[in-house]
Nanobody
């Protein structure tokens, strides 16, 4: 069974850090680009960051550049998102998603992704 499972969400104070993980099971991520997306209440799901299958190509939303870092552990079949300097407008449910190659761009829109996890909640509050 193909699964993506996110973990690492939680409550953090403004300026704090969290590390999210996306663990794949039932399939190898070797031929997939991976993206992290988030959805806040009342808002559309938006792309946060993406990484290529090789891990050498990355992309970030302007709102998280310089604060978030995406990485993939090919051997562990996992993709992580290190989130630093969290802000009050970062809270959301964070999802990871996978899209099978080939794709025209590193980051696909949400409706272009093939598999989704169920999400992990990030809350930023003092």
């Amino acid at each position: 069974q193909l699964q993506l499972v996110e973990s690492g969400g939680g409550l953090v104070q403004p300026g704090g850090s969290l590390r999210l993980s996306c663990q794949a099971s039932g399939f190898s991520l070797d031929y997939y680009n991976i993206g992290w997306y988030r959805q806040a209440p009342g808002k559309e799901r938006e792309g946060v960051s993406c990484v290529t299958s090789s891990g050498t190509g990355t992309n970030y939303a302007e709102s998280v550049k310089g604060r978030f870092t995406i990485s993939r552990d090919i051997g562990a079949n996992r993709v992580d998102l290190q989130m630093n300097s969290l802000k009050p407008d970062d809270p959301a449910v964070y999802y990871c998603a996978a899209v099978h190659l080939p794709v025209p761009t590193i980051c696909m829109p949400p409706d272009g992704m093939d598999y989704w996890g169920k999400g992990t909640l990030v809350t930023v509050s003092s």
